[in-house]
Nanobody, 123 residues
Framework: VQLQASGGGLVQAGNSLRLSCAASGRAFKSYTVAWFRQAPGKEREFVAAISSNSIITSYADSVKGRFTISRDSTKNTAYLQMNSLEPEDTAVYYC?????????????????WGQGTQVTVSS
């Protein structure tokens, strides 16, 4: 499985962005998909995850109510809709796939990673 993240950019606080994670390979449909982010000087942190059947989602407390994760199996693509962006959301965002348990938020549980897309939120 290969993942390609896109959709990042520079926005003002309060605005929105939608990130996309396009995947190759049929196995993607059976994997939990997640978004992580890493700000300069900080560790990579979990943002959100969605189960293979899209029924279950999980969010970090810092983004709950502002971000929405989704996936489209017909397009083999996952999305992260980010609303009410804050300067603290500035980071490189990565999509990942493979974890078997959606509640497992460790980056090491994900075997496939995209290349990252930069999100910068100005105040």
């Amino acid at each position: 499985v290969q993942l390609q993240a896109s959709g990042g950019g520079l926005v003002q606080a309060g605005n929105s962005l939608r990130l996309s994670c396009a995947a190759s390979g049929r196995a993607f449909k059976s994997y939990t998909v997640a978004w992580f982010r890493q700000a300069p000087g900080k560790e990579r942190e979990f943002v959100a995850a969605i189960s293979s059947n899209s029924i279950i989602t999980s969010y970090a407390d810092s983004v709950k109510g502002r971000f929405t994760i989704s996936r489209d199996s017909t397009k083999n693509t996952a999305y992260l809709q980010m609303n009410s962006l804050e300067p603290e959301d500035t980071a490189v965002y990565y999509c990942a796939a493979q974890a078997r348990n959606i509640e497992d938020r460790r980056a090491t549980s994900y075997g496939y990673w995209g290349q990252g897309t930069q999100v910068t939120v100005s105040s």
